[in-house]
């Protein structure tokens, strides 16, 4: 909209005020001199005729008609120099120019939000489908249905073992481990450019073994007590179950069901059974097991399986062994943000992120594919969503303290405190960006190198490495503040890496990008409609962009766009000073 418009609306808005305010009384009694003399009979109604205004304007012509009802009672006639004076005509000159700039911003604001709102709509019904690795519905809610091999992965609740079945989905053999052992038994790490990789197209599936102590043996008690392992599990995953009714309604605490996601692990399938004699078991965790496979163990009888897709290799196995490049690590650390921020819509809290509980696949490009896994200390209670009651010692606040938000780590139990978690897991995903970017994790590190999130400084941070790109230092530093006000969402901080990378120049690096935000947003939606239709392979790129599209929001977006525009001036501001200099 042009200035000379922008003028021509105001006049007009403030000649109608005027009118309307002022001249209306005046008028009417002029008329009836014109038409004769005054009338002593009962008042006859007449129409009178509308000051102009365009339809757009309908909202403004009821509210200025009741300014002027105001204006009218307070005798604005009687201020210096009369209604008609100069002075009295500049004030409505300049109400009206300033009621048109108004809402010519937000006509803006309306016409963007709209078009948001629409590609929203259109990408939320287009998400990437997850291809499940099971080809049947109807089977493999049985132990006796799976083959298992060797142990890939041992936390401190449960074990996985790569397995397969007749019905499970081949692998392609191009996807393949990093991490190969040796005939001695020992882990051998090789350098990316000379990698043996061993592929799992004969192992599909993983398979996760809780370990179980103090739950009990009934199903029902299992379910309760293990609730947690279940948030991503799939609406199939318990049809099998003798006590699914008990997911019907509320399974333990945790009722929050969680909808797929291409950066958070899937569970395809979940039962109960016995607890069986696995490759390792004696030699790895003897105590966890029932008495009938071991005299001294102190399981019992029965535990919960979880069936998943077998991923290569978690996050920490790949970054021992390769270091990912700028446009990759960028990638990745927008992966987990995108995660992340689709637990937390949900009102979900992982509680747990480290490199350990994050699995890594590659797409047909060689781009690397993160998925979240490993809930059973994540915060899913539909009472009381990402605000947990913290009244006495005995709240577990989660787990992997030393990558515990400061808000958490320093909460003082009492009488009405609440831990916030809604930006918890966005400081882990900073704390982790260190590692993937080919530095040691800051909050790992021993002795007087190291930091503590209770007591840690910001100025304290190691910076990165000077081959990272600006948007990542900027998100790095923006997810590490201590005062969780201060600190974006995991939604800003993944915008803010989304405009970079697929904004380019003609979005960021100009003052009128709030201008073109909607018509670069709907150029975004035709490329990410093509790529999905005729780029399929590249599945990590295809699926941020629809990711980003389909939670975009007017202001979040704004928001990411303003530190962005902040880096920029603080580096303009450096190279002027240092040309100066």
Sequence with gaps: ????????????????????????????????????GVRLGPPVRTVQPQTFLPA?????????????????????????????????????????????????QLEEDRRDTATCREIQALFAQKKMALQSPLKSFSSGYRLEDYVFGRQVGKGCNAAVYEATTPFAVPRRAGQCSLVVPDPSGEVRQEDSLSLQCRATAEYPLAVKMMWNIGAGSSSESILNSMCQELVPASPLAMRGEKA????????????????????????????????????????????????????????????????????PCTLRQFLEVSVPGNREGSLMILQLLEGVDHLNRQGIAHRDLKTDNILLEFDS??????????????????????????????????????????????AVPGPGVVIDYSKADA?????????????????????????ESRTYQEQQLPPLPSSIPAEV?????????????????????????????????????????????????????????????????????????????????????RMALGFLLALIEDSKSRILSVTNG
């Design 1 to 36: 909209m042009s200035v000379k418009l922008v003028i021509a609306r105001g006049l007009e808005l403030g000649r109608s005020v005027f009118q309307q305010g002022l001249l209306k009384p005046a008028a009417r009694v002029a008329a009836r001199f014109r038409s004769g």
């Design 56 to 104: 757009r304007y309908r909202y403004f012509r009821v509210s200025l008609s009741g300014l002027a009802a105001q204006l009218q009672r307070r005798r604005l006639g009687r201020l210096p120099g009369g209604a008609g004076s100069p002075r009295t005509r500049a004030v409505f000159l300049a109400f009206g120019l300033g009621l048109g700039l108004i809402e010519q």
């Design 244 to 311: 699914a009714v008990v997911l019907n309604g509320r399974f333990g605490s945790v009722t929050k069901r969680m909808a797929p996601h291409p950066n958070v692990i899937r569970v395809y399938r979940a039962f109960t059974a016995e607890v069986p004699l696995l490759p390792g078991a004696q030699e790895e965790y003897p105590a966890v097991l029932p008495t009938r496979l071991n005299p001294a163990g102190m399981g019992h009888n029965r535990t919960l399986f979880l069936v998943m897709k077998n991923y």
């Design 365 to 410: 490009g060689g781009c690397p594919c993160l998925v979240i896994a490993d809930f059973g200390c994540c915060l899913a209670d539909e009472t009381c969503g990402l605000q947990l009651p913290f009244n006495s010692l005995c709240v577990d606040r989660g787990g992997n303290s030393s990558l515990m938000a400061p808000e958490v780590a320093t």
């Design 427 to 451: 400081w882990a995903v900073g704390a982790i960006a260190y590692e993937i970017c080919g530095q040691r994790n800051p909050f790992y590190m021993p002795g007087a190198e190291g930091l």
């Design 473 to 557: 230092h900027l998100v790095v530093g923006l997810l590490l503040r201590r005062n969780p006000r201060k600190r974006p969402s995991a939604r800003v901080a993944a915008n803010l890496l989304h405009l970079c990378q697929w904004g380019g120049r003609r979005l960021h690096l100009n003052r009128v990008c709030k201008k073109e935000m909607a018509d670069w947003l709907l150029c975004q939606s035709a490329v990410a409609l093509l790529k999905g239709q005729y780029c399929g392979g590249d599945r990590v790129e295809v699926g941020l962009q629809r990711c980003f599209l389909a939670n975009i929001d007017l202001e979040e977006l």
